[in-house]
């Protein structure tokens, strides 16, 4: 549980900025991410975040925990594009498999290059969040997003999910030690098995305490109004930073 909390989050340079300014420099940064052609804009954007991760003091065992899923993701996705896209051949390699036939693993040169465009997008992105998150408290971020007109219903589930996400990790990791101490993890029919009933229990448990919730704030007048943080005025030098930042972003995804 400890690799989503917010004790990370310490008094630092990034922590005195406005939320909205650093949601609109990570937003307009992520779009050029995502449009670039190349891989040379967004490894730079990855490396800059990284750093300023290292900046803010932020553990490195808890940084790649984080990214751990994504690269995952992305890996699977390199592999799908190297070896079963393209028509520009690189290599073809005839593995052995059963019933005396031979499997035809074959490694293509466009299917590499889109593959690495592909990864490299998704570490930048995945970068820029990781930083947006660590220096911006959670409260901060949702008054952000309803500055910026986000519906209502969406900000509402996020905060209502944000609230039960540590509880349903405590019931989680009850349940694994339970389980665990039961040998229930001992192979892997049985681990497969024990885990299906703890992802079992906890969806279970997800909508009973959705029905509670709904029923509470009923019960206490709730008509769908979140109360949010009064956003202060903007800082000129904090919007020149930011301008400054943004521009430079885009000479770069320009060259």
């Not at 990034?14 to 650093?22: M, N, Q, V």
């Not at 990214?67 to 995952?72: E, H, I, V």
């Not at 703890?198 to 109360?227: C, H, W």
């Amino acid at each position: 549980m400890k690799i989503f909390s917010e004790h990370f989050q310490k008094e630092h340079l990034l922590s005195r900025i406005d939320a909205r300014i650093k949601l609109i420099v990570v937003l307009s940064l992520l779009v050029m991410v995502l449009s670039y052609k190349g891989i040379l804009f967004p490894l730079l954007i990855a490396a800059g975040c990284f750093i300023l991760c290292l900046k803010m003091d932020i553990p490195t065992q808890i940084l790649f925990l984080r990214m751990a899923q994504p690269l995952f993701f992305a890996m699977v996705i390199f592999l799908l594009k190297f070896f079963f896209t393209g028509q520009d051949v690189m290599f073809s390699v005839s593995l052995p498999s059963s019933h005396f036939s031979l499997l035809t693993l074959t490694g293509y040169r466009d299917g590499l290059i889109e593959g690495v465009r592909i990864v490299s997008r998704i570490i930048s992105g995945v970068s820029l969040v990781l930083v947006l998150g660590f220096a911006t408290p959670f409260i901060e971020f949702m008054a952000a997003l309803s500055w910026l007109r986000i519906p209502k219903p969406f900000i509402e589930i996020m905060m209502f999910a944000y609230r039960y996400l540590f509880m349903f990790l405590e019931d989680a990791t009850t349940i694994y030690s339970a389980q665990k101490n039961r040998l229930g993890y001992a192979g892997i029919r049985k681990g497969l098995n024990s885990f299906g009933v703890l992802t079992g229990s906890l969806v279970l448990r997800g909508f009973e305490q959705s029905q509670k919730t709904a029923d509470a704030m009923i019960q206490r007048g709730y008509t769908g109004n979140m109360p949010m943080l009064r956003n202060q005025p903007f800082k000129a030098a904090e919007l020149a930073i930011a301008l400054i930042v943004v521009l430079i972003g885009g000479a770069v995804w320009m060259i």
